[in-house]
């Protein structure tokens, strides 16, 4: 192994993005053609939670640190039952990890999920791409000329128009339970009921150590039904693709609000937004890192957040109880939303980390505050 | 919150020495650009003038005055601040901040502490305090024991048993500190940490050798905002002071949960020591178990780890992630400081984002340390908890190999590249140094070049095999250039590994050049990418580049008006400070001529690679491949390359002249052949000759057998030095042949070329730097030497303006400096340096020239502060084409200012163990201190109390005075007796005191015939400071004298080996007298004495 030159032996390959340019690097992971919207994230560490996260379904992802790989793979670093992304690229994808939980390196994991991967590719110079022309679709390549990949490329359907909800949410309603975790001695056990639009493990994680039934529905499971699991809160998770396409989960949120205790995460933010009247919009290349600082406004505390997401939420025609209560300190889009009357909020970043900052974790026993305060039903 | 302060006086760390060096310069420097910004006064008090801080265009009102209490109580009187910021002079800025409390001025005057307070400070730094503090918060520390007695010492030794950790408590840089891995070594390190504790504690740990070592640099404002700017990791496992270690950024082989536990617990930390600012907090993380086991591995679901150490305010660390993520630390700090909040500042390499987040980068930064063992190569090269590196280096590329060779190469470390090996290293059965030395990153490379495994390596060395197998990939990549051909593909694979020309063609047996045009050839050539701190995912505006091979170009040349200034690399003896100081003047100067200003440099703790100090910033390696493909970038497809300025980076930047001029690209100023003519024995001779102006005999020799007869023919004593000099290394004088065969065996064995010898003239050794336009020279001061020849220049006190020329040897100095300058076709600036000994011209003025520079040399900063002579501008300009005349200043002397400064160098030996202490010609000194004041005693007085050699009315002597000095020494004698200092002295000394009259204690310096001998004397403290001179000929550590000495450094007494400095130190004791304390301008100005304060 030590070697280590294996990049000599690796296939060429290339990204072929739609307005034409080409990447050119060796391909890693699956010998497959693959093709995803090209989004770039900043995290330097967290590739494997990335990879499983499920909101980068119909995306291929770019990490902007050179250096992937270094600490491997391991059973414990995933968010889902998948990897997620449709193709990965990075400037280095190494063979040589040393971690005490490695079990396998970066290229056999995507190799071993079918997933195509780009490596020894100028990545700053795509993210700077990526920056000043907005995200791309993409597609990696190894047999093809770039004509014929491009060509191919533009038969394919658009990262937006597609609901990707659908195919990472969970099809039957199940409990989550993990081993690993030891619950709290005693207190309440409140329910948790999460509408899972693609809900990474952690969020799930979260909830039960501090003590939570945690049942995860499916996305089209109606508010009737919610109701019905007797939850003592509800929880609307993160996901993937444009929530202009999530009509049903807004009017299955309609019939929760004001009857239990909501906390929306990412896409369930956007949710959130959308029925209070917000319209959400697209970012030009959105935000992926573990490294955005968001203030919230009534302290003017700035806590740093892990993002991952592609659209936003418009603040500006937020209507009624529903306020703007957290800004992103870059930009001034709209991280999160406070109801004035109702135990509502929701953020548009990721308290679960994982990868990322654990700066706002609190946000969960905030939650569960304001399920202790409703009133918990089972015990 | 309170108002924000309207006048803060900020505290520098005062001299360079090892654990505090330039990055201090850079703190402070952003503090006052930092209080500008806010509309705010600043009062910078530091010692040191080789300074940017101490510019008068940085902070507002600049003393340069000793860093005591009784100085700074002064300034406070004088100047009424309302705040004090501590946190961006080091460790000093932090026990003077204390101190000055402690003597109620802070009260007194209603100064308020801002940045940090008394408990964060006492909390970081009583160790039994942190602890509870930490315990508090849950934080695990390793067991320990805090302890203040050597009894409280033994019982902790078998509660926790070895080896230990020691650390004593407020010392700089771990000074005095150590593992004891046995009894022995244990008293040892107690005993002397004990001593070096200004409170007599320490601290006694569970040592967590094998572990690794991680640091987080964190910010908290008082809103109670927090932020983490960079990770960075050791490569060197827990047992190396960070300081000596070679450090990552970020973390390479951490994942995120285990990155996120202990930036969480950083965060943690800095919140419940309520800093506002910055803070360094240092952790042990567990290691891999299958490498360096620990207890629990198998059960524990998260890696153990540790907090070690916390510093609450800017430190070296600071300034490097602050290099490394383009994150300006101490600049926030400061505005944090003064009451603003994170989120109302700007991200300034964005100019668009917010100051509340954390940098992402996107390439992998190496440091290396420089260590000063090229020059000291009978000390102990061992290293552990304290710091012994006197600089460092940083690369940056976008892998971990590259950006390790490029460091490598930017040590500048006389050939040792990353092929290098010591020759007993290919002696069967001989051992390569794996535990921790300054030679074992290299150690690592040859065990892995003769097959050995990184799984081996990392369980014999706990370093992580993640970093060895990297080093084995560039081994890997060595093989493949000996024994294959060099193809464009394997050349660009090579290129991408970081592999340099120069080393290409060492393996695939060509020449650097030809690799070169090859490259050229193939199109393989670097692309320059941007510091940006947020991983390209804005626009920034930063113009702060590094090399790497890949795709896309991001500093593209915009043909602009422009000059590339060369810096001078790492902080070494002999090239320090002075010259990132000229550097950046130089970079100034240029812009404020209109010229675009372009900085090479390698130095992460300096002010030149601020990039705000220059209009674009390359973070290279400062060789030929590094500087020239730089200026191919800058010359871009004009094919026209910037011109270079090569006076101000020290010998770094001059040795590059040659290679500039050879690639036909153009320097600004002096030629590469008026610095040639400097440096070529035989036609600098002829020149002078030619001028007839004297010098002292002598001749370049390559030879014993050429040489024997030389020393001969000019007389012994001689001065031998090899024809390129740089500190003075490997300079010495030699009494006789017997000597001169043992100086050439050593210095052949190290270099190659010439050896000069030159006659040895004892006398007065004086200092000129001057200014040249070609037609007219400016010399702006004369300085004197208190150290007759033979004492390095760098070593010697110097005082401005001379204090015992004559008016014709002043005459002959201007008249002799005026014609070798024009000459020598200076354009810009020039150091000659003089010896004046009238015995030997008895008809003449009796000044020789001994050695001429053709550019900025390190007075410079201490020359322009006191005259008030802006040196450096002016040399830039006369590279730009502008007279001296047309810049206002007439030919000749500067006319003296009505002050005296004293310059004084300032050595860091108690962190150096097994080096000797004894002025010689070879440099010893990291750094210097000024004096400044009326009169010529106070201005000694200042530089000596600056400096740590001040001598009080009846302090005790010990006197150990060499045969040949004794007739010299008995005025000395007298003064000290009628002093009332108490005198001990060695056998031959107290002969001669008893037959002064003088009542005298003898000692015997023989250690091994009864006690007390000379040793057990300093080290209990009955002397206070020693006198110690040599025997003539080279001093050798086998020597008694080598005792005394090392004696003195370790319990921090003054030893003085040259009589002049004794002489001036005891002259100072003799005429007390009152000190002013004023700002640099008023002295300059000549105000009368006795104002204000």
Known sequence: MSDGLLNGRRPPARLVLADGSVFEGVGIGADVRTSGEVVFNTSMMGYQEALTDPSYAGQILTMTYPIQGNYGTNSGDVESSQLQVQGFIVREATDLPSHWQSTATLDEYLRAAGIAGLAEVDTRALTRKLRTHGVLMGTITRDETPAQALARLRSEPDYGSKDYVAAVSTSTAFDFEDPAISLPDDGPRPHVVVLDLGVKRNILRHLRRRGCTVTAVPHDTDAETIL??????????????????????????????????????????????????????????????????????????????????????????????MQVAQIHLNDGTVEGLQHREEPVFSIQYHSEASPGPHDTEFLFDRFLQSVKERGHHAS | MPDKPSKVLIIGSGPIVIGQAAEFDYAGTQACKAMREEGITSVLVNSNPATIMTDEDIADVVYIEPLTVDSLSRVIERERPDALLP???????????????????????????????????????????????????????????????????????DRIGLPLVVRPAYTLGGTGGGIAFTEEEYERIVTGGLAASPIHQVLVERSLLGWKELEYEVMRDANGTVITICNMENLDPMGVHTGDSIVVAPSQTLSDKDHQMLRTSALKIITELGIEGGCNVQFALAPRPDIVPWAGAESSPSLPYYVIEVNPRVSRSSALASKATGYPIARIAARIAVGRRLDELVNMVTASTSAAFEPAIDYCVVKIPRWPFDKFQFGDRRL?????????????DRTFEAAMMKAIRSLENSGRTSLWEDPEWFIEGHERPLHATDERLWALFAELRRNRTPLEVARQTGVDPWFLERIARIIAMERRLLSEELTPSLLRDAKRMGFSDAIIAELADSLPERVRSQREEWGIEPVYKMVDTCAAEFDAATPYFYSTYEAENEAVSDGADRVLVIGSGPIRIGQGIEFDYCSVQAARALQAAGVKAILANSNPETVSTDFDTSDRLYFEPLDEEGVRDLLANEAGDSGEAPRSVVQFGGQTAVNLSRALQRAALPIAGSSADAIDLAEDRGRFEALIASLDIPQPPGAAVQTIEQAIPTAQAVGYPVLVRPSYVLGGRAMEVVQGAEELERYFGMALQERSGP???????????????????????????????????????????????????????????????????????????????????????????????????????????????????????????????????????????????????????????????????????????????????????????????????????????????????????????RALHAAGSPLYATEGT?????????????????????????????RDGTVRAVINTLEGGRPSYMRDGFHIRRAAVDMRIPCFTSLDTARAAIGALSAPGEYQIRPLREYREGAPAGRGA
């Open chain 1, 228 to 321: 019905g699991l007797n939850p003592d809160g509800v929880l609307i998770s993160p996901g993937p693709g444009d929530p202009m396409l999530l009509d049903h989960v807004v009017s299955t949120t309609r019939g929760l609000v004001g009857r239990t205790p909501i906390m929306g995460i990412c896409l369930g933010h956007q949710v959130l937004g959308r029925l209070f009247g917000a319209a959400t919009y697209k970012l030009k290349f959105g935000h992926r890192g573990a490294n955005h600082p968001v203030r919230d406004e009534l302290t003017g505390r700035v806590y740093i957040t892990s993002q991952n997401h592609g659209y936003a939420v418009d603040g500006d025609r937020l209507s009624g109880p």
């Open chain 2, 87 to 157: 946190t961006l002079g080091g460790q000093t800025g932090l026990n003077l901040a204390v101190a000055l409390h402690e003597a109620g001025v802070l009260e007194r005057y209603n100064v308020r502490l801002i940045g940090s307070t008394l408990r964060t400070i006492h909390l970081a730094e009583d160790r039994e305090a942190f602890r509870n503090m930490l315990q508090e918060i849950g934080e695990p520390v390793p067991e320990s024991a805090v302890v203040e007695t050597w009894e409280a010492a033994l019982e902790a030794r």
């Open chain 2, 384 to 396: 552990g908890t304290q710091m012994k590196a006197t600089g460092e280096v940083m690369a940056v």
């Open chain 2, 755 to 973: 050896i000069l010898i030159d006659k040895y003239l004892e006398g007065l050794e004086v200092e000129v730097d001057a200014i040249c336009d070609g037609e007219t020279v400016l010399i702006p001061g004369i300085m004197e030497h208190i150290e007759r020849a033979g004492v390095h220049s760098g070593d010697s006190m110097a005082v401005y303006p001379p204090q015992q020329l004559t008016e014709v040897q002043r005459a002959a100095i201007i008249d002799y400096t005026t014609r070798i300058s024009l000459a020598m076709e200076v354009r810009g600036l020039v150091n000659i340096q003089y010896v004046v000994a009238p015995s030997a011209q008895p008809d003449g003025p009796g000044v020789f020239v001994i050695e001429v520079n053709p550019r900025s040399s390190r007075t410079v900063p201490f020359l322009s502060k006191v005259t008030g002579v802006p040196m450096v501008r002016l040399a830039v300009n006369v590279m730009l084409g502008k007279s001296l005349a047309e810049q206002g200043y007439a030919p000749g002397l500067w006319p003296e200012r009505n002050l005296v400064a004293v310059k004084a160098p300032v050595f860091s030996m108690a962190k150096l163990v097994d080096v000797d202490t004894y002025l010689g010609p070879e440099m010893k000194s990291t750094g210097e201190v000024m004096g400044v004041d009326v009169t010529f005693a106070a201005a000694v007085r200042k530089a000596l109390i600056a400096s740590d050699l001040e001598v009080k009315p009846g302090t005790p002597f010990l006197l150990s005075i060499s045969r040949q000095s004794k007739t010299e020494a008995e005025g000395l004698v």
């Open chain 2, 990 to 1018: 107290a002969e001669m005191v008893r037959g002064m009259g003088i009542p005298v204690v003898e000692v015997t310096k023989k250690l091994s015939e009864g006690h007390p001998n000379v040793v057990d004397v300093v």
